[in-house]
């Protein structure tokens, strides 16, 4: 099992259509999230952590459930410059960062 | 917002040369740095973590003595890809890691698109 799992997708949606992710982690010992967003051959770019509690900003939320160990990233109200590749980042005891394989977003007149 | 310069952001060379990235956080110090690779239509791989004033950590199936890093101050880390083949032609981006507290976030560089002739 990959220590982070995310649906590759493509997820194909419409405009001001609300779609939602996933993102599993195999280790509990974990501390931090983050969801990164990658446009094609750019570096990815942060958009949120991922707070025990949850956290929003603007059409984005995310979430995380330690005891399922998933983190989820909601997006609300899609807008066509939202396509793009959503990372998972998980960062577990020490320095270990690891990426999920990410998830392709493709928004649509 | 942290910055985190890298450079060059392309590169063709011919077989067997050596070619260096540079890697600099602009407005922080950055005691850790990461290198990474990514092949198109794939995830960012991880190759090594560099610490400044140490050697580098690298992952499994890495080599070390081919992908040369040095984090010789706070601000800079360098890759340098040794004797390079075409099948190291791939996209290598650098990050740093800004700690505030208990926050912590990371910033990428632009990324360095080798083509390897």
């Known amino acids: 099992r990959k220590e982070v799992e995310q649906d590759p997708g493509p997820f194909n949606v419409p405009e001001g259509a609300t779609v939602a992710f996933n993102c599993t982690y195999s280790?509990?010992?974990?501390?931090?999230f983050f969801w990164y967003r990658q446009d094609c051959r750019k570096e990815p770019k942060l958009l949120m952590s991922?707070?025990?509690s949850g956290n929003e900003d603007g059409r984005f939320t995310a979430q995380l459930n330690r005891a399922s160990q998933y983190i989820s990233l909601l997006i609300r109200d899609s807008k066509l410059s939202d396509s793009a590749t959503y990372l998972c980042?998980?960062?577990?005891?020490?320095?270990?960062?690891?990426f999920g394989g990410g998830t392709r977003l493709m928004v649509k007149p | 917002g942290a910055v985190v310069s890298q450079h060059p952001s392309w590169v063709i060379c011919k077989s067997g040369t050596s070619v260096k990235i540079e890697c600099r956080s602009l407005?922080?110090?950055?005691?850790?740095m990461f290198w990474y690779r990514q092949f198109p239509k794939q995830s960012l791989m991880l190759m090594a973590t560099?610490?400044?004033?140490?050697?580098?950590?690298?992952e499994q199936g890495v080599e070390k003595d081919k992908f040369l890093i040095n984090h010789a101050s706070l601000t800079l880390s360098t890759l340098t890809v040794t004797s390079a083949h075409p099948e190291d032609s791939s996209f290598y981006i650098c990050?740093?890691?800004?700690?505030?507290?208990?926050?912590?976030?990371?910033?990428f560089g632009s990324g360095t698109q080798l083509s390897v002739l």
């Open positions: 990050s740093a890691r800004e700690r505030q507290g208990i926050n912590e976030k990371l910033f």
């Open positions: 280790n509990s010992a974990s501390q931090s």
């Open positions: 991922v707070y025990s």
């Open positions: 980042v998980v960062n577990n005891a020490g320095n270990m960062l690891t």
């Open positions: 407005d922080f110090q950055a005691t850790t």
């Open positions: 560099s610490n400044e004033g140490s050697k580098a950590t690298y």
